[in-house]
Every structure is written in structure tokens, then in C-alpha cells.
């Protein structure tokens, strides 16, 4: 069965909660997993890319001076991807959390090879990677949990001219692959792909984007996105798809045909005013980077 989210109580000096490790967690979703489960308290593992920003979360969800540990790696590079796997065979946790992930703001025809094969080794490698570094543990002991954060553009091609929607597809097709398997489903092991939609950040004003173009009935913010995940979690769901609004556009991207799902796609090869291109997330800087 998946961790619960156990209520902070007295008891949990004597007895350590579980753990979890929560890859791109400094901001975005990674940062709103980091709150909701220091608080219902587990002992945490938070891994990015800047130890200052690692620092500074690490010191605001510390409690009584035991705070998360901090792994800076960077995910986008094979040593970073190494660091990372390594610290999670030495240390299996009880959940992991593969959220780290970004898109390119160039179209395709036109963006760097380098940047296309990074993006591939955080958004893919990473989480094949990762997982499969903690699975055979969880399956030994009958325990454990994988959320990996995928996007609704797992389900179609939303932004045309970019690899970031099929990324997101590999995401959503490996853990299901994985998740509804006869290894896990008779092991106690859970795992869900998170496949959230808009979703409200600090990028847009940090990077000065309006984006006016897109209405504010799609957006959502981090901390509805993680609250439906975690109750999708503990009820031992597979996909979770935060907000009505969200698994409607899921199933018409699903079963509507292609030329009519790309007439409201965003062509990244298109220049818009405003545009924010949040790619589904809002959870990039502006070189597409967490």
C-alpha cells in the first residue's frame, strides 16, 4: 500500500515518520510536496540544482532543528543523474517523488541539440533511472511509493514544435507500464503519474511575462495540484488529474481526433505577444531550467 500522510502529533519524536526524497524541490510542485509532507511528518530528502535555495527551504520547514537533508545535483547531466541514484540505493525512502523537469522555449527546427538531449536526461533518463533504484527495495519490503510528475500534455501533442508533450508521454506510459504490472500490483508497491495542468508559480512574474492569453479559469495553484495527488495517492490511484476541468481536457485529448486538438495547440514555432509558456507546469526559469 502507498505511505499515508500521517497527522502531526507528539509521537513523532519517538517514532520517525517515513521518508521521502522529492527531486526539483525549490520551488513549484516540488516545493508544495516539501510543505504538505514535512508537515504530516516525514523526514526529508529535498534535491536540486542550487544549495542556496536548498538551504533556505531546508532552514523554513525545519522543526526543532531537525530539518530536511539537501542533495544538490543537477539532473540534466549523467553525474547528476550518478549522485542522485546512488543516494537513493544507499538509502531507499519511502516515497520518491520524480517532479524535476523542464521544456525549451525554442521550436524544435531551431533549438540547440545540447539542450534537447538535457532536457531528455532530466525528463526521461532521470526518472527511469531513479525508479528503478528504489523499486526492488520496495518490493522487498512491501512498501514503498513512486509519483512521477508527467503534465496533461502527456495525453497530445498541446505545444506543437516542441519535445516537452512527448516526454511527458514517455512519463505517463512508463508508470503505468510499471505501476499495473503482476510485480507490483502483488508487491504492496504503488505507483502514480501526476499529470497536472496550468499551474500558478513565481515564473511568469520572474521571468515578466503577462500571460493574458491564457484565462484565469485554467490555472491552478501548486498547492491544489499536490493536495489532489496526495488523496489520489493514498486511495491508490494510478493517474491523478487535478480538477474536473482537468480530466475533461484529458479525455478530449484523448479520444478527439488530431486535427481537432491541434486548432487549440500551442505552436511554439508561433510567436505570441504575452505568451508565458509555462509549459503546463510554471515551474521553468527562463532558460526552461528549475
Request: proline share 7%; aromatic share 6%; hydrophobic share 40%.
Amino acid at each position: 500500500m502507498p505511505p499515508t500522510l500521517a497527522h502531526p502529533s507528539s509521537s513523532r519524536e519517538a517514532t520517525p515518520g517515513p521518508t521521502a526524497v522529492i527531486t526539483g524541490a525549490t520551488s513549484g510542485l516540488g516545493l508544495a510536496f516539501a510543505g504538505r509532507l514535512a508537515a504530516a511528518g516525514y523526514r526529508l530528502t529535498l534535491v536540486a540544482r542550487r544549495t542556496e535555495a536548498l538551504k533556505e527551504v531546508a532552514a523554513r520547514l525545519g522543526h526543532r532543528g531537525d530539518g530536511p537533508r539537501i542533495m544538490t545535483a543537477d539532473l540534466a547531466t549523467e553525474e547528476g543523474i550518478t549522485r542522485l541514484v546512488d543516494g537513493l540505493t544507499a538509502s531507499v525512502p519511502d516515497l520518491l517523488i520524480n517532479n524535476a523537469g523542464y521544456g525549451l522555449a525554442d521550436p524544435f527546427p531551431f533549438s540547440d541539440p545540447a539542450d534537447e538531449q538535457a532536457l531528455l536526461r532530466l525528463n526521461v533518463a532521470c526518472v527511469l533511472r531513479a525508479t528503478h533504484a528504489v523499486l526492488p527495495a520496495m518490493i522487498s519490503r512491501r512498501t514503498g511509493a513512486v509519483v512521477n510528475v508527467a503534465s496533461v500534455a502527456a495525453h497530445g501533442p498541446v505545444w506543437l514544435a516542441s519535445t516537452y508533450p512527448a516526454s511527458k508521454s514517455w512519463v505517463l506510459s512508463f508508470t503505468e507500464s510499471i505501476a499495473r504490472s503482476a510485480q507490483l500490483k502483488s508487491s504492496g508497491v504503488h505507483m502514480m503519474a501526476l499529470l497536472p495542468g496550468y499551474t500558478k508559480t513565481a515564473f511568469p512574474q520572474r521571468a515578466g511575462m503577462t500571460g493574458t492569453h491564457m484565462p484565469q479559469w485554467m490555472w491552478l495553484s501548486s498547492e491544489q495540484v499536490v493536495s489532489a495527488a496526495l488523496k489520489d495517492m493514498e486511495r491508490g490511484r494510478t493517474i491523478s488529474i487535478p480538477s474536473l476541468r482537468y480530466r475533461l481536457l484529458s479525455q478530449a485529448l484523448r479520444h478527439l481526433p488530431r486535427a481537432v486538438t491541434t486548432r487549440f495547440s500551442l505552436d511554439r514555432g508561433l510567436p505570441l505577444r504575452g505568451r508565458d509558456d509555462d509549459f503546463l507546469r510554471g515551474t521553468v526559469d527562463p532558460r526552461g531550467r528549475k
